[in-house]
C-alpha cells in the first residue's frame, strides 16, 4: 500500500504510444502543489510518439521499449521503475497491453483512461461504434489495470452527451476535453480519497 507521507508526492511513471494530450494535462497537474503526484518518468513503445516532446519540454527522464519480446521488455521496465522508486503508473494511450506478471508488480497503482462508459466499448474505436449503435450518452472512464482489456476496477467515469450531428472526430475531441479532467480527480481520489 503507497501512503501519502508528509508532503512526498507519489513517484509516478506515465506510459505513452502516440499524442501525449493527457501525458501534458498530467504533467501540468503534477506541477501543482495541492497535487499527490510527481511525474518522474515517461515509458513508451514508439520512439516517434508525438507526446515524447512533453517529456523534453518539462524535462522528464523518458525511455523507449519496443516490446518487440514482451517479457523480456516488461522485465526491464520492472527493473527500471524499481531503480526509480516508481509507485504508480498512469496508462495514457499506451497501445501495449501489460501481462499478469508486469501486473502483479504494481498491484492496484496501474491506471487506465479509456474513451468510453465501460464496461461498454472496451478495445478500439469506441467512438465509431458509440455512433453506429446511436447511444445518446457516452464518456469516458480511468480504472484500475487488471489482467483483462480495459476490465479493472472503475475509479471514475463521466458522461457525456453525444449528439445526432456527431462524427467520431467530433466526439472524441468532447471525450478528449473531459478526460483531461476526469484523470486529475480520479488520480486524487485512488490516493488521497477525497
Ligand atoms: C485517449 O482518448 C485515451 O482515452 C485513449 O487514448 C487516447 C490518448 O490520447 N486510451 P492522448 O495521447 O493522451 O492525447
New binding site residues.
Given amino acids: 500500500m503507497v501512503k501519502l507521507i508528509g508532503h512526498n508526492k507519489i513517484r509516478t511513471a506515465v506510459f505513452?504510444?502516440?499524442?501525449?494530450?493527457?501525458?501534458?494535462?498530467l504533467i501540468k497537474y503534477s506541477n501543482l502543489k495541492k497535487s499527490p503526484i510527481k511525474i518522474f518518468l515517461v515509458i513508451s513503445n514508439n520512439p516517434n510518439?508525438?507526446?515524447l516532446s512533453f517529456a523534453r519540454k518539462y524535462k522528464i527522464p523518458k525511455k523507449i521499449f519496443f516490446f518487440k519480446k514482451r517479457k523480456s521488455d516488461e522485465k526491464k521496465i520492472i527493473i527500471y521503475l524499481k531503480k526509480n522508486k516508481i509507485n504508480l503508473i498512469c496508462?495514457?494511450?499506451?497501445?501495449k497491453i501489460l501481462s499478469k506478471e508486469f501486473i502483479q508488480n504494481f498491484k492496484g497503482y496501474i491506471l487506465?483512461?479509456?474513451?468510453s462508459l465501460l464496461p461498454k466499448y472496451k478495445g478500439l474505436n469506441?467512438h465509431q461504434r458509440v455512433i453506429k449503435n446511436k447511444d445518446r450518452i457516452s464518456g469516458?472512464t480511468v480504472h484500475l489495470v487488471n489482467s483483462k482489456l480495459d476490465s479493472g476496477k472503475i475509479v471514475l467515469q463521466k458522461k457525456i452527451k453525444v449528439y445526432k450531428s456527431d462524427t467520431p472526430e467530433k466526439l472524441?475531441k468532447r471525450?478528449?476535453k473531459q478526460?483531461h479532467i476526469l484523470y486529475p480527480k480520479a488520480i486524487s481520489k485512488l490516493l488521497t480519497n477525497l
Fill in positions: 505513452i504510444s502516440g499524442t501525449g494530450s493527457n501525458l501534458k494535462n510518439a508525438k507526446g496508462l495514457a494511450g499506451f497501445m487506465n483512461i479509456h474513451p469506441t469516458c472524441a471525450v478528449l478526460e
